[in-house]
C-alpha cells in the first residue's frame, strides 16, 4: 500500500515547476502570487529557510523567516503550492542543523549565518 502512495505522489511531483533545490539555512527569494480583490500580482518574500518538513514527498513544506522593521515575519509554504510563482536561491547558508528555530531569539549579528562556497 505504502508503496502505491509513493508511486502516485512521485507522478504528481513531475507536473510540477521545478524549483532548485535548497536546504535549511540558505537564503530564498520567493516570487509569490498574492490577490487583492480582482488584481492578482507578485509579490517578493526574501529570507532565510528555518526548516523543512517532509522533504522527499508531495506534502513538503518549509518556513521562511525574514526581518521587517525589526520585526520577525515567518511563513511556512508547501513546496508544490500554486502561489508559488519561481524560487531563486541568493545565499548558500552553512548549516549544521536541521531546524533553526534559536534563530528566533537572536538580533542582529549574532543572528547571521556562514556563507557556504559552492
Known amino acids: 500500500m505504502n ?3 509513493n508511486y502516485i505522489e512521485q507522478e504528481q511531483i513531475k507536473n510540477y515547476k521545478k524549483f532548485p533545490l535548497f536546504r535549511t539555512g540558505d537564503t530564498l527569494k ?10 492578482k500580482r507578485i509579490q517578493i518574500f526574501e529570507g532565510i529557510v528555518i526548516a523543512i518538513s517532509k522533504k522527499n514527498s ?7 523567516r525574514k526581518l521587517s522593521n525589526g520585526i520577525g ?5 508547501s513546496l508544490y503550492s500554486k502561489i508559488i510563482n ?8 552553512y548549516i549544521k542543523k536541521a531546524k533553526l528555530y534559536y534563530l528566533r531569539k537572536l538580533r ?9 562556497l559552492i
Open 3 to 5: 508503496n502505491i502512495i
Open 30 to 39: 520567493m516570487y509569490i502570487w498574492v490577490v487583492e480583490g480582482l488584481k
Open 58 to 64: 508531495f506534502n513538503c513544506s518549509f518556513t521562511i
Open 73 to 77: 515575519i515567518e511563513r511556512v509554504f
Open 86 to 93: 519561481d524560487i531563486k536561491i541568493k545565499k548558500k547558508g
Open 108 to 116: 542582529g549579528k549574532a543572528a547571521r549565518i556562514k556563507e557556504r
